[in-house]
């Protein structure tokens, strides 16, 4: 297969199916041998298993664990979930019926309770339509995502990866996968982020699957 047949293919498959993903390893083994060995050790790629139909939770979620460690950030989700209702009442109206304070007493810092209510005054408003954004391209996913307050083109990115499951994405912002690029070329120093974009060239169009093996390289 040509990289401009590979690239048809992932056009066609905007959110990975599983089919998709296992075309996508046989593509990056095929070019690149020194991924293949990490391929082959870590098996299969697990990208689809974060897929959710619940993209508002997804998003308060992303914003709570923000410099918090997951463990913390899970127990502060279910303190929120639980002033709502329950994870199936996680919505933007049950949020905004909440008193802030409450969510401060969640465990939320009054940076984050800023950022949770304008994400949810956002999504009830129709500034952003979560459901919709699966019908735009990446950069038009980023662009309206980083409007909300506290969403930043990484969060945006990690959305696209494991909750749109988009096949493209290179998040060289984020540090595992600066790590990790760091390991798969041998470097002494980090790398730049010119380099990395680079050295995941010959990846196109599936850049999300080969990054989420990177990140195993970290474990």
């Given at each position: 297969?040509?990289h401009h ?129 699966d019908g ?84």
């Amino acid at each position: 297969m040509t990289h401009h047949a590979d690239r048809l293919a992932a056009v066609s498959d905007r959110r990975l199916s599983d089919a998709a993903i296992q075309r996508a390893r046989l593509t990056l083994m095929r070019r690149d041998p020194k991924l293949a060995e990490v391929i082959k050790a870590h098996g299969r790629c697990g990208l689809a298993d974060y897929r959710s139909d619940d993209p508002f939770g997804s998003l308060v979620g992303t914003i709570i664990s923000q410099q918090l460690s997951t463990k913390a950030a899970e127990t502060i989700r279910s303190r929120v979930a639980d002033l709502v209702g329950g994870d199936d009442h996680l919505t933007p109206d049950r949020v905004l019926d909440v008193d802030p304070t409450l969510l401060r007493g969640a465990g939320l810092s009054g940076q984050k309770v800023t950022y949770v209510r304008d994400l949810a005054m956002k999504v009830q408003g129709g500034a952003l339509d979560l459901h919709a954004l699966d019908g735009h391209d990446d950069e038009e996913v980023i662009t309206r995502m980083t409007a909300v307050k506290g969403l930043g083109r990484w969060s945006a990115q990690m959305f696209l990866m494991f909750r749109l499951n988009r096949p493209d994405v290179l998040p060289t912002g984020d540090l595992g996968i600066v790590k990790g690029f760091q390991i798969y070329a041998g470097m002494k120093r980090r790398p730049a982020e010119r380099t990395m974009i680079r050295l995941a060239e010959p990846w196109r169009p599936y850049r999300s699957v080969a990054c989420w093996y990177l990140w195993r390289l970290l474990e």
